[in-house]
């Protein structure tokens, strides 16, 4: 029998994940002062759902997310960046084999290892992709897009470093640690 490889809580996930991404990316943003980069709270959300789904997951709920708020706010999704939020989730979301929090544990080990990869991840995105594509796409200047993409990176490491960090050390604190149970005699 062929197995497939999103289940359906996973597809659920995607589709609910991409909805709250949206409300959050147009609702739980700040404004940075860089005129269309914004501080935004979506990132850590995303996060959360990519290593709780994996990079499936994480690139579907970044990149229908994103492309969905730019859609419905903006008028038409900016491609650069719906692709880098998708990068975002992508990366991160490969890390959660390693960062188990469905296991009850996000000790200090897995904490350092999440803010590694979303560090690496958003430096990816935001510094690399994102403004590369605004060229190559938009035509835009380059001193410019390289300006919003360090801002959007770096506001994104701090909101998913401690919002994300914060989110994820709660969940897994609802979750049964591994082999905490015993049968009682």
Do not use: C
């Amino acid at each position: 029998m062929n197995k497939s490889k999103l289940s359906i809580k996973t597809i659920v996930a995607i589709g609910i994940g991409a909805a709250v991404f949206m409300i959050l990316g147009r609702f739980g943003s700040i404004p940075s002062g860089i005129p269309n980069t914004n501080i935004e709270t979506a990132y850590a959300y995303l996060a959360l759902m990519a290593v709780i789904y994996g990079p499936i997951a994480g690139f579907l709920i970044g990149l229908i997310g994103h492309g969905l708020k730019d859609l419905v706010f903006y008028g038409m999704p900016w491609f650069s960046w719906v692709i880098s939020s998708a990068i975002v989730g992508l990366i991160i979301g490969i890390m959660y084999k390693r960062i188990k929090v469905d296991e009850g544990d996000f000790s200090i080990k897995q904490i350092i290892i999440f803010n590694i990869t979303q560090i690496v991840a958003n430096i990816i995105a935001w510094f690399v992709v994102a403004p590369t594509l605004d060229i190559v796409i938009y035509a835009e200047p380059a001193n410019k897009v390289y300006i919003q993409g360090a801002i959007g990176g770096i506001s994104n490491m701090v909101t998913i470093g401690i919002l994300g960090t914060l989110i994820l050390k709660t969940y897994s604190k609802t979750k049964i640690k591994s082999g905490s149970l015993r049968v009682e005699e």
